[in-house]
Nanobody
Framework: QVRLQESGGGLVQAGGSTRLSCAASGRTVSNFVLGWFRQAPGKEREIVAAIYNAHATYITDAVKGRFTISRDVSNTVYLQMNSLKPEDTAIYYC????????????WGQGTQVTVSS
């Protein structure tokens, strides 16, 4: 079992940067892939980024070149968000799935990121 606790977010001006953090805990956390999703008002939740190991990450096309994902030895996963746009406004969720699984089955509570134009 994995527990996820997010922090960060808030109000940011367009073109600015912010960083989200997600502390993952649990005895088996090293067996989980960690990622970030987002859900904008009136839209479906979508994956933003995922980190499989130190050398394998996924970044969705909409944020490629602007967002990066990383994970440190304490199993905190970060989403560095640069050159933010108003369309990045959403609730951002940290998520986890067991390695080899297709299903993201553990979620954080979500944190709001609002980008003002």
């Amino acid at each position: 079992q994995v527990r996820l606790q997010e922090s960060g977010g808030g109000l940011v001006q367009a073109g600015g940067s912010t960083r989200l953090s997600c502390a993952a805990s649990g005895r088996t956390v090293s067996n989980f892939v960690l990622g970030w999703f987002r859900q904008a008002p009136g839209k479906e939740r979508e994956i933003v980024a995922a980190i499989y190991n130190a050398h394998a990450t996924y970044i969705t096309d909409a944020v490629k070149g602007r967002f990066t994902i990383s994970r440190d030895v304490s199993n905190t996963v970060y989403l560095q968000m640069n050159s933010l746009k108003p369309e990045d406004t959403a609730i951002y969720y940290c998520a986890a799935k067991f390695r080899g699984s297709e299903t993201w089955n553990t979620w954080g509570q979500g944190t709001q990121v609002t980008v003002s134009s």
